[in-house]
């Protein structure tokens, strides 16, 4: 059922992209508690005036350094990533050719990883480019099956980008040595607080600020001026005044 939005709503934006959430549940793409998920960063946007801070600028540009400098980069794809995004996550990869795409799921079955994977190729990804299929490796320490991934994507990278991320993966790609960055509106979750760098905003403003990041920044290695913790906490304080407390 396809639900009448009037231009002139106020709220058209967020709604739409609700209808476009609830068809992607529809279609096996986006799983039903993903529009928890996509409620919780709702909530989180509003705080920030549904803007993007000062804050994700400066750590979409140590994204970019860091990514600049990885010898196996890696964009993390979930179903709601793929329904919100995967346009702009395309454009990403397109930006910074290096960068490898790879479909990696909480809630794995076959049917929903090629679907995924055939909704990526058809927003412009090189047939056969997108990982996730045939997974080769598992990431220690991670029971669920988002511990399924490939050697040449994930399992092997140094450097990896997981927007929307549930928390024990990115302490699992942590504590495997690699180098993460997050993007996630909640700067109070365990992702947030795990990764090396976390962008505090939408999914579908950071993927493009981060695309034209990659094509002017350098290369930069981890362990520079740049403090995650400062960071999320200038942020916090962000949302925090947006209250008015
Ligand atoms: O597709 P699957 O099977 O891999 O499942 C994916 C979901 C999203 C269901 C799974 O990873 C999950 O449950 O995630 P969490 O633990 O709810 O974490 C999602 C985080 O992303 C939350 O902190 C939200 O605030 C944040 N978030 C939601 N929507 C956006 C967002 N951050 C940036 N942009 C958004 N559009």
Redesign the pocket.
Known sequence: MTTNIPDDHPRAASLRTREAMKDAVAAGL??P??L???G???A??YLLGERTPPEAREAVAEAARLLRAAKQPVLSL???VVA?AARQAVAVQKAFPRLVLEV?????TPE?VEALVAVVEAAGATKGSVLGRAPDFRIPNLSSD?ALCSKAGLGGSDVVVV?????DRCQALVAMGKTVIA????PL?R??VAAHVTIV????R?LPALAAALKTSSPGAVGGTYDNADVLRRVKARMAAGLGA
Request: aromatic share 4%.
């Open positions: 986006v799983h508690t993903g928890i998920a996509h919780r960063g709702e989180f946007d979930n179903g709601n919100l990696n799921l909480f809630h794995r929903r988002r927007p929307l991320e549930d928390g993007i996630d509106l909640n979750s992702t947030a905003d939408e999914l579908t950071a």
